[in-house]
């Protein structure tokens, strides 16, 4: 058994050495576009296209994506009244990243109970602490019934257009099902994770066998379904998967039970810590207080981003850094809270947790050379933790092989395999759980760019990153607003919450607006640029440590500059902050750094 370093000295010179295996320095680049000959890779095989005459009238607000970012605007849009909603989506149905993951095993890892939008308001019950994909889908279509929002959905539309009209102060919005709708607002959330990447391996376009990614389950090749079915056509296939993020683990073991030799192609090992799943009692829940999912909410912001609360009310391994934190500093005879101390708690805390998820391999993968192989080396939050009780226990399945890189990655895929570590071996399918892109510019990854005022163009505007106010609005593009988490409060491990606050703000200003007559809401320059220099002044991103091993975080370890900077940072006091922030904002009614005007 591999031995843990005796000093954080030692524990750090090793996570330095495994970083310098991996940073490549094409950094982003490494990946390429699921296009040409991968374009069926992004094809809706869910829903199969119907037939619709175009629409061409003019609506109150146009909501893109149906995602959660779309269907919690539009929930809120509706609470406040504004019933003229068109929510328009490019997947058959609602559901965003939850409509197009459906790769066995796939669940949520941030509890169900913060994670799920508008429970109460939809009085929906989860049935486990973390829910499986099915029942988080089955959740999208029940917000969009619950608050209307299908009667006018555009589903299985994508839009190619938005275009500003100054002489009617409208958007209007062209898709690819020939709609040209006139808009009095545009929200869009076109969510931060949905075009898939594949990797630039050399050969990639030559393999001959079955492949696809793990975005567009293929279950009439591997049988099975989403519900949970085994899929009984791999038990004579040789099945290989590239990638051991977020996604493969979950699949992993489904796979390692079903195919007859499975091959995981590992370039750096996820941290796998203690999943603990549990259904949810029905008589505890229905003991909630009204009011539980916002103090809910609050109690996990609070406890994931440092702060302090009397109780842990989520308890899971998101809060668990945090309350190791708070416990080392409160031990401390001083109880310094000083940003040094903090740190350094910080450190201590996450080297004695990365010990623990070293250990838990050795606990539970029987070959020493594949335990050693799926340790990770890095601090707990340079990539996204998992959380899994059964990924680990997978390679102890004698069918299952992995095939560590040593942090290289594949070296070449051929007609017939993929080649790693210097050797071939032979699959009929290939699988690709290698992410989806996140360091390319916003207008690439929604598919359309914006014309704003004057014809100015949002990929002109953000060329040298992105510029807003709250990360909603941007000078020059009136009535639009931009529902995501950058620029915002940037609470990654729960990202509907970020787009709940969005929802209830546009919500607030769009029925503002409506009441006061105005034509065009917008930012001004001042505010824009006042928001943007205080963000950049406190520089909080989510990929800051520069020991961290190379990822989407942190710009596959590159110095992505002042553009890198602006496309990622969050208010400089961290999410809770912001969210009070915001709610005082819009509460007061003044809207302060927007404008309310008639038509010029
Ligand atoms: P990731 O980007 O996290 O993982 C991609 C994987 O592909 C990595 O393991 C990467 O290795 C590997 N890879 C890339 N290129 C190569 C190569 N040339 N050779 C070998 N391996 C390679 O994508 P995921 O789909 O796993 O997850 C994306 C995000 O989706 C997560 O971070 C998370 O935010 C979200 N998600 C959330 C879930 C949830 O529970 N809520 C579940 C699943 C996903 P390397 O690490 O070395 O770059």
């Not at 505010?527 to 520069?546: H, I, M, N, Q, Y």
Request: with cysteine; charged share 25%; proline share 6%.
């Amino acid at each position: 058994m591999e031995r843990e370093p005796t000093s954080r000295e030692a524990v750090l010179a090793k996570y330095l050495e495994e970083r310098d295996k991996r940073i490549r320095p094409d950094g982003n680049d490494q990946y390429i576009e699921v296009t040409g000959r991968f374009a069926s890779f992004v094809e809706d095989p869910y829903v199969p296209p119907v037939e619709r005459e175009p629409r061409s009238d003019e609506v109150t607000v146009a909501v893109i994506g149906g995602g959660f970012a779309g269907l919690v605007t539009g929930a809120k849009l509706k609470s406040a009244g504004i019933d003229d909603v068109v929510l328009i989506e490019k997947g058959g149905d609602v559901g965003g990243t939850w409509y197009w993951n459906r790769y066995p095993g796939a669940q949520c890892d941030t509890a169900a109970l913060i994670y799920l939008p508008l429970l109460e308001e939809t009085g929906h019950r989860p049935t486990e602490k973390y829910t499986h994909g099915p029942e988080i889908l089955e959740h999208c279509h029940r917000i969009a019934d619950h608050f209307d929002l299908y009667d006018s959905a555009l589903l299985a539309t994508e839009v190619t257009g938005l275009e500003w009209d100054p002489d009617r102060s409208r958007w209007l919005v062209s898709t690819d099902r020939g709609d040209e709708l006139l808009a009095r607002f545009v929200t869009m959330g076109t969510g931060p994770l949905h075009r898939p990447k594949l990797p630039g391996i050399p050969g990639i376009e030559t393999f001959a066998g079955h492949c696809f990614h793990t975005s567009r389950w293929d279950y009439d090749y591997t049988g099975g379904s989403e519900d949970g079915e085994p899929m009984d056509r791999l038990s004579d296939k040789r099945v290989g998967i590239i990638g051991t993020g977020a996604t493969a683990v979950q699949c992993i073991p489904h796979l390692a039970r079903a195919c007859g030799e499975l091959y995981v192609f590992q370039r750096t090992p996820s941290s796998i810590d203690v999943r603990n799943n549990h259904p949810i009692d029905p008589d505890w829940f229905d003991s909630l207080e009204p009011g539980w999912q916002d103090e809910w909410l609050r109690n996990f912001t609070t406890l994931q981003t440092g702060g302090f609360a009397d109780e842990d009310l989520v308890m899971d391994g998101w809060t668990d850094i945090a309350q190791r934190i708070r416990d080392r500093v409160f031990a401390k005879p001083d109880q310094d809270f000083s940003p040094a101390s903090l740190l350094q708690a910080y450190h201590e805390s996450d080297d004695e947790k990365m010990a623990e998820i070293r250990a838990r391999v050795d606990e539970l993968v029987q070959d020493p050379e594949t335990a050693a192989a799926l340790k990770p080396w890095y601090r707990q939050l340079c990539k996204r933790p998992c959380f899994h009780d059964e990924y680990l226990q997978a390679y102890n399945e004698p069918s299952t092989h992995l095939v560590d890189t040593d942090g290289r990655g594949v070296e070449r895929i051929t007609e017939s395999g993929v080649i790693a570590g210097g050797r071939h071996h032979e699959l009929d399918c290939l699988i690709y759980a290698s992410g989806f892109e996140v360091g390319t510019d916003y207008t690439r990854r929604s598919g359309f760019d914006p014309i704003g005022r004057d014809g100015v163009r949002l990929s002109e505007r953000w060329a040298d990153g992105m510029q807003s106010l709250h990360g909603m609005h941007v000078h020059s593009f009136p009535n639009a607003f931009i529902v995501g988490f950058s620029q915002a409060a940037n609470l990654i491990s729960n990202i509907p919450h970020n787009l709940t606050e969005a929802g209830t703000t546009i919500a607030a200003i769009l029925a503002h607006a409506l009441t006061v007559g105005a034509d065009e809401v917008e930012t001004t320059a001042a505010a824009e640029r006042d928001w943007v220099a205080k963000l950049e002044a406190g520089g909080r991103t989510f990929g800051g440590d520069p020991t961290c091993t190379p990822g989407y975080y942190n710009f596959e370890g590159h110095d992505a500059g002042r553009r890198g900077l602006l496309n990622t940072v969050g208010y400089p006091d961290g999410p809770l902050a912001y969210f009070e922030y915001i709610d005082r904002w819009r509460s007061s009614g003044d809207f302060e750094g927007l404008e309310f005007r008639e038509r010029h």
